[in-house]
C-alpha cells in the first residue's frame, strides 16, 4: 500500500470527520435556544462528569462518587425526555458520519486493538488495486439488468440446453441474488461465470459488488493476467508490489477473477492459483471467476487440483446466447 495514498485518504476522512461534527454543534447550539433546558442539563452533566474524574483520580471517596453517579443517571433521563419530547429534530445534534462503523476515522476497535475498517479498505482497493475497473458500478446493478436482451428461443442444438437463454439467465440472475442475500453463510458457495464474450458475465460481477459494498463488504476486482502479474512480482520481491497487496487478494471479502484463461501459462501460475483459490476456501472467503472457457477447455489448461477445487466449491453458472452488447433494446 503507498503510505501517500493512505495519508490523502485519511486528510479527506479527517475534512468529513470535522465537518460532520460542526454541522452537529452548530444544530445543538440552534436547539439550546429553542429549549434552554437542554442546554442546562448538558452544563451540569459536564460539570458532573468533571466532578466524577476527580473523585476517580483521588479513589478515597466512593460515598461521593456514587452520588455523583446516581446524580448523572438522573441527569440522563431527564434529557431523555426533553430529547423525546423534541422529536426527529433531536437527531441533528447526532454527527451524520458517512461511516457508522468507524465514525469517519477509518479505523475501528476489535479486540482491544486498532484495525482498519473495511470503508477506508475498500477506497484503497478502488485507488490502488481496482483502478478503472470499479468505476463503471454504479451503472452495473440489477435494475439496469435487461433480460429482454436474451432470446427466448429454445434451440438445444444451438445453444446445448433444453431451455432459452433468457430463461437461463433468469435462473442465473435468481443465483447470484441468493449468493448476496447469504454471503456471511459458509455453506453459500463461490461463483464460476462461464461462456463466450458478451453475455453479461462481468456485468453481473459488477452488480454482485455493488449490492456487496453497499452492505459493507469489500471487493477487489482484478482481471487474471494483472492478477497474476500481481502475485509473480510480489514473489520476486519486486519493490512496486507490497505484502499488503497480496494478502488483499487473501483476505477480501470478495475476490472477483475476470478473463481467467487470456493470461500466459506456465507452472509458477498454476501453483499460485492453487494456493490462492484454496487458501480462500479453508478461509470461507468467497471468489467469483469469470472466464470465457468451457468446464472442458478448464480441465484441459488447468491442474486437475484446481478444477477439482472450483467444481466441488463453486455454483457454476454457464452463459449461452447472442452476444448483447451489440443489441438495441427499446
Do not use: H, W
Amino acid at each position: 500500500m503507498n503510505n501517500s495514498t493512505l495519508n490523502i485518504l485519511l486528510n479527506e476522512y479527517r475534512k468529513k470527520r470535522l465537518l460532520a461534527e460542526k454541522i452537529a454543534d452548530e444544530n445543538k447550539q440552534e436547539l439550546y435556544k429553542e429549549f434552554p433546558e437542554l442546554d442546562e442539563i448538558d452544563k451540569k452533566l459536564s460539570s458532573l462528569a468533571l466532578g466524577t474524574m476527580k473523585e476517580i483520580a483521588k479513589n478515597n471517596n466512593l460515598l461521593l462518587l456514587k452520588k455523583l453517579n446516581s446524580n448523572i443517571t438522573e441527569l440522563k433521563n431527564q434529557k431523555k425526555k426533553i430529547l423525546e419530547k423534541i422529536g426527529e429534530k433531536a437527531n441533528l445534534i447526532i454527527p451524520q458520519y458517512e461511516c457508522k462503523k468507524c465514525n469517519d476515522t477509518g479505523y475501528i476497535l476489535n479486540n482491544n486493538s486498532s484495525e482498519m475498517c473495511t470503508c477506508l479498505k475498500q477506497k484503497i482497493y478502488n485507488i490502488e488495486y481496482n483502478k478503472s475497473n470499479i468505476k463503471n458500478l454504479e451503472k452495473q446493478n440489477f435494475n439496469n439488468f435487461n433480460l429482454n436482451f436474451y432470446s427466448s428461443e429454445i434451440n438445444e442444438e444451438k445453444y446445448g440446453s433444453n431451455i432459452s437463454p433468457k430463461e437461463n439467465m433468469k435462473l442465473i440472475e435468481n443465483i447470484c441474488k441468493n449468493f448476496i442475500k447469504n454471503f456471511d453463510d459458509e455453506n453459500c458457495k463461490s461463483l464460476l461465470f462461464t461462456g463466450k464474450t458478451g453475455l453479461g458475465k462481468t456485468f453481473l460481477s459488477g452488480c454482485i459488488a455493488n449490492e456487496l459494498l453497499k452492505k459493507g463488504k469489500t471487493v477487489l476486482y482484478q482481471t487474471s493476467s494483472v492478477m497474476f502479474d500481481t502475485i509473480i512480482n510480489y514473489r520476486f520481491g519486486k519493490k512496486n508490489v507490497s505484502q499488503t497487496i497480496y494478502d488483499s487478494l487473501l483476505d477480501v471479502d470478495l475476490l472477483i477473477i475476470d478473463d481467467l484463461g487470456t493470461e500466459g501459462k506456465n507452472d509458477m501460475k498454476l501453483v499460485e492459483l492453487f494456493n490462492l483459490l484454496n487458501t480462500r476456501l479453508l478461509n470461507s472467503k468467497k471468489t467469483i471467476i469469470s472466464t470465457n472457457l468451457s468446464l472442458q477447455t478448464l480441465f484441459d489448461t488447468y491442474d486437475e487440483r484446481i478444477v477439482s477445487r472450483i467444481v466441488g466449491n463453486y455454483d457454476i453458472c454457464y452463459f449461452f446466447g447472442e452476444d448483447i452488447r451489440f443489441k438495441n433494446i427499446n
